[in-house]
Nanobody, 127 residues
């Protein structure tokens, strides 16, 4: 069982930056593939980024490539999402997710691939 708690959301101007954190409970964090998803107002939840349990592989949705960076610190049981050059269309509730992977290099991009979810943190990009 993994419990996930996100933090770091808030109001930011277009072009600004935020770093989201997702703290996980349990001693097996380093064995989980981690993902970030977001749900814009009035839309369905969508994949943003994922990182393998080993941390050696990452994957991003095209709309955030070059602007967002996912990373993890297994010693702190935390995964991060650094968001730069934010745009109004990045406004959403951001949630982290976890699943036990088939191997240490596995990446997952579908919602149904993940077993554990946090409650989410709201990001609003507005002038």
């Amino acid at each position: 069982q993994v419990q996930l708690v996100e933090s770091g959301g808030g109001l930011v101007q277009p072009g600004g930056s935020l770093r989201l954190s997702c703290a996980a409970s349990g001693r097996t964090f380093s064995t989980y593939t981690m993902g970030w998803f977001r749900q814009p107002p009035g839309k369905e939840r969508e994949f943003v980024a994922a990182i393998s349990s080993s941390g050696t592989r990452t994957h991003y949705v095209d709309s955030v490539k070059g602007r967002f960076t996912i990373s993890r610190d297994n010693a702190k049981n935390t995964v991060y999402l650094r968001m730069n050059s934010l745009k109004s269309e990045d406004t959403a509730v951001y949630s982290c997710a976890a699943r036990f992977p088939l191997d240490s290099g596995s990446i997952y991009t579908k919602r149904h691939d993940y077993n554990y979810w946090g409650q989410g943190t709201e990001v609003t990009v507005s002038a």
